[in-house]
Every structure is written in C-alpha cells, then in structure tokens.
C-alpha cells in the first residue's frame, strides 16, 4: 500500500492537516514539520493540504451530507482527515476518482484506528465522486468557507456584499509579486502590476527564474504600499521595526535609505540578513525587540510593520480562519499599543511614522491608530493621496490606506492591509 503513487505527498498532507485542525499549527509550519519530501511531494502535499483548508466550509457541509455521523476521533484517527483531502481531490483538484479513492483507501490501511472505517472511508468518498460536483457548486461557498467569528465581524464591520467579495477573493491562490533590485520589471511571463512590481501565475517556482537569487525578491504588491507612504528617503535614515523577512527593508535599501531593521527573532532575522547578503544590500541589522531597542538619536523615517491577526493573507494562509479566533485579534491590537508607542520615541520632531498590519481587523487597525493619537497629541495624521498609489483612490479609507484581497479582482487580487502616515511636530 505504501508504495502506491501519491502515497507518501497523501500521508504528509493528513498529517499537516491534523496538526492544523486538531493542534491549531500553522500550515507552513507543519509543512516545514513534514520535510524530507522530493520536490514533488512536498508540492502535492500543499496543494492537498492548502485546498482542503481553503474550502474547509464547503467540505464538512458536503461530508455532512453522506455521513450521518462521524466516527468518535478517539477511535477514528486520521479518518476525518482522509476524508476531507479526499473529498478535495476528488472535488476542487480534479484527481482521477480512482487515484483519490485508492490513494485515500491506502492511508486508512496504513493507520492502526483508520483501518477499521476503511469501508466507511471507501464508499463515502465513491458517492462523492459520482455525485459531490452538483452538490458543491449548489452549495454557498462564500459563507460556508468563512468560519462564524469571522463572518460575524466582517459583516459587521463592512457589510455582507464586502464580506461575501473578500470570501470569493480568499478561494483564489495568490500570484507571486515580485520587486527587482534596481526597479526593473522586464520578466518573460510577467505582467506590471504597478510601476516596479512583477506578478507572476501562482506555483510559479521563482528559483527557477533567471537571475532571481541576484535581483529579485518576493513581496505581494499590497505589502510594498507602507514604503510608498514614506516618500523620498534617499540618503535619509529609517527605523524598520519588526523587519523580518525583509521586503521592506530591502525596498527601503533600493531607494536609497540608511535602514536600521529591528527584529527580535533571530531565525527570521537570519532569513533577513540572508535576503540582504545575496541582493548585495546594505542595512544595520539589530536583533532585539524593539521594545528595549534605543537608538542613538531618533530618526527622521519610522516603518512600524506590527504582528497582528493577519487575516488580511488568508488567500496565501488558508489554514488562518481555522486556527485563530477572535480573542487573538484582541491580543494582537493590545500588544500593538505597546509596539506603536515605542516606535514613536524613536521618531524624531518633525518626522514620519508609518504604521502598517496586513490585518482585516479596525482593532489593529484604524481604532489602533485613533486610541495612539488621543495618548500622543504630538502626532497628527498626514493623509493618503491617491497620487502615491498610482490613482488608486479605493484603497483609501478616510485619509489611511486600506486594501483588500478583493482589489485587483481581474489581475489576481491582492493581501489586505492597512497602514496609517503620522507626522510627528516640531
């Protein structure tokens, strides 16, 4: 059974997938967990694991259909598991019937508790693939696919026709944007999609591109717009708080700036310091946080990126709606308060500080920005203008920036995010 074709990318996704819903792990990292695989493996692994976790909704609904019930999980093991990778092959990735059921039937048999619903698994998974198509396109995929402490707060807080466009855009993989070192954006297979960012299909293996470990890094068009608000830093010094991976600083170091990136892990620091190294960049690299950092003088330029829910890159986080609830927003927008005041003792009299989230969520977002200029009257807010993103006057909202996955519809979409540009007073 385990020699079959698929066995092995099939058990690394039931395993991810597990430690995803029953562990609450973040995909990439049990992806990562999952290592050892060929190139191959690895990529129908997160093809199983990705699609299933983008349309959790819909197949749950759809196994509730066949299923009266399903098996206790302390006598099931993996059989919920199997059984939703299955459903997504057989439904949304278009596997041949038989592979799907076969290579599922193969994993019930490898596990000690699976093995005994293998005729549950079987028949299950043959009625999906006779008669799951008509259900799944009859079903409400937009609401299905967003789970209740979501859908609660974004109708709430932009309505349902939004709340069902963000929905549409999060079924969608992402494209890969990319930035080249001196601006260029001359790429065989790409398209501009502002004036230096390259998009190019999804699953597109960058390290197969010419030149790419050279010149080229990957940052999604929506998180390259806090630099923009900036403006000129040429020959100018800036404060990159919270820096890790580093699209930013390395954005900051192609315009010309003297940047300082701040981050407190140093594994992701590394990764930082890796990305400068091979793109022949040059920046300070503090690994603290930033909470303890002090500069020597505050700086003219502060970038604040801070860690948040991030539920504005579920389109290239599938697993996100399911391992996150609406506490850790609270969490994440408190923390923020403690970030974005430290950052603002590092901005100096008459200076920019810029303050971003790739949240969805206003608590880290504009509310986060109103409660800091009620504690800091020094700061003031400096709009937005339309002229600094290339026209785009939708990805305004009341002097901040704010886009949303369901921007850029026909050109693929983009990661929603929100930033807000404050001047400090003399």
């Known amino acids: 059974m385990t020699d079959r074709p698929g066995f092995i990318a099939r058990a690394a996704a039931q395993s991810v997938l597990a430690s995803v819903l029953k562990r609450r792990s973040p995909l990439d990292a049990a992806l990562t967990a999952a290592a050892g695989l060929s190139e191959r493996d690895a990529g129908f692994a997160?093809?199983?694991?990705?699609?299933?976790?983008?349309?959790l909704g819909q197949l749950e609904a759809l196994l509730g259909h066949f299923l009266k019930e399903l098996p206790p999980p302390h006598r099931a093991g993996p059989t919920f598991e199997i059984l939703l990778a299955g459903a997504a092959e057989l439904l949304f990735l278009e596997t041949?019937?038989?592979a799907a059921v076969d290579g599922a039937n193969a994993l019930a048999q490898a596990d000690t508790k699976a093995r005994h619903f293998k005729p549950l698994i079987n028949a299950v998974l043959r009625r999906?693939?006779?008669e799951g198509k008509p259900i799944a396109a009859s079903q409400d995929a937009e609401r299905l696919n967003v789970p209740d402490w979501l859908w609660t707060r974004w109708a709430g807080q932009y309505g349902e026709a939004l709340t069902r466009a963000l929905s549409r855009a999060h079924l969608t993989q992402a494209p890969i944007d990319l930035l080249h070192k001196r601006g260029e954006t001359g790429l065989a297979g790409g398209v501009t999609i502002f004036d230096d960012v390259v998009r190019l299909p999804a699953g597109t293996r960058v390290a197969d591109i010419p030149g790419f470990a050279e010149d080229w890094w990957v940052q999604d068009v929506a998180a390259t717009l806090p630099v923009r608000l900036l403006g000129d830093v040429r020959g100018q010094t800036v404060i990159d708080l919270c820096a890790a991976p580093g699209g930013k600083t390395m954005q900051l170091a192609a315009r010309g700036a003297s940047v300082i990136a701040v981050e407190r892990d140093k594994e992701r620091m590394e990764r930082l310091s890796g990305n400068i190294a091979r793109l022949a960049f040059e920046a300070v690299i503090v690994t603290e946080d930033l909470r303890d950092f002090a500069p020597r003088e505050p700086a003219p330029f502060v970038l604040l990126d801070a860690p948040c829910s991030a539920t504005g890159t579920i389109r290239r986080h599938p697993d996100?709606?399911?391992?996150k609830a609406a506490q850790d927003v609270n969490a994440c927008?408190?923390?923020?308060?403690?970030?974005?005041?430290?950052?603002?003792r590092m901005t100096a009299p008459g200076g920019l500080l810029v303050y971003a989230v790739c949240s969805l969520e206003r608590e880290e977002g504009r509310e986060q920005i109103d409660g800091f200029l009620d504690r800091y009257p020094q700061f003031a807010r400096e709009p937005v203008t339309s002229k600094e993103l290339l026209g785009h006057e939708e990805w305004i909202e009341d002097g901040d920036l704010r886009t949303m996955p369901s921007h850029l519809a026909e050109q693929g979409g983009m990661d929603g995010f929100y930033a807000a540009r404050l001047r400090r007073a003399l």
């Open 96 to 98: 041949a019937p038989h």
């Open 128 to 130: 999906i693939a006779r």
């Open 46 to 55: 997160r093809a199983i694991a990705s699609e299933t976790l983008r349309r």
């Open 333 to 344: 927008a408190s923390a923020g308060e403690e970030l974005i005041s430290a950052a603002a």
């Open 320 to 323: 996100l709606p399911w391992i």
